[in-house]
């Protein structure tokens, strides 16, 4: 399916709603448009922490990719992002709350068969997919 997302709603909140709304637990996604501000995560495999920066915008969003399964019981988004500057540079990675629509088209693909779920993994220490 597409969608096209509302100006001013918070990314992944929005993201994660359409596909709650659709009852899909299970699919991955692609979305374009752009952003007014963003919040990213990169995730530091030493201290096992994310380390969130804030962007101001404008930023173009250039590609935006995830997935969609479950953690706890809900349906979890789960999406990496780059965005473009003024200059044509590129910032980029985990997509966290806080990023601000500006403009967004969401490509929605549901995934038939069972439902992975997501749980805490030692080795990482990060919440993926079992195992099974
Ligand atoms: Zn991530």
């Known amino acids: 399916f597409l969608a096209r997302l509302p ?4 990314l992944l909140d929005t993201v994660t709603q359409v ?3 659709r009852r899909v637990s299970k699919a ?9 501000r963003a919040v990213l995560a990169y995730y530091d ?15 173009e969003v250039v590609s935006c990719i ?9 349906v979890f988004v789960h ?7 003024q200059d044509f540079g590129c910032v980029g990675g985990h997509l966290r709350r806080g990023t601000r ?6 490509h929605g693909i549901p995934v038939p068969g069972p439902i992975p779920v997501r749980e805490f993994d030692e080795a990482t220490g990060l919440a993926l997919w079992s195992e099974t």
């Not at 991955?28 to 007014?36: P, R």
């Not at 201290?47 to 804030?54: G, K, L, T, V």
């Not at 629509?101 to 969401?106: H, N, P, Y």
């Open 7 to 10: 100006m001013g709603e918070d």
């Open 19 to 21: 596909f709650r709304d």
């Open 28 to 36: 991955s996604f692609s979305l374009i448009g752009a952003v007014s």
């Open 45 to 59: 495999p030493v201290s096992r922490e994310y380390r969130d920066r804030e962007f101001q915008g404008p930023l």
């Open 66 to 74: 995830g997935n969609v399964s479950e953690k706890e019981g809900e």
């Open 79 to 85: 999406a990496h992002i780059v965005l473009g500057t």
């Open 101 to 106: 629509i500006f403009a967004a088209e969401l």
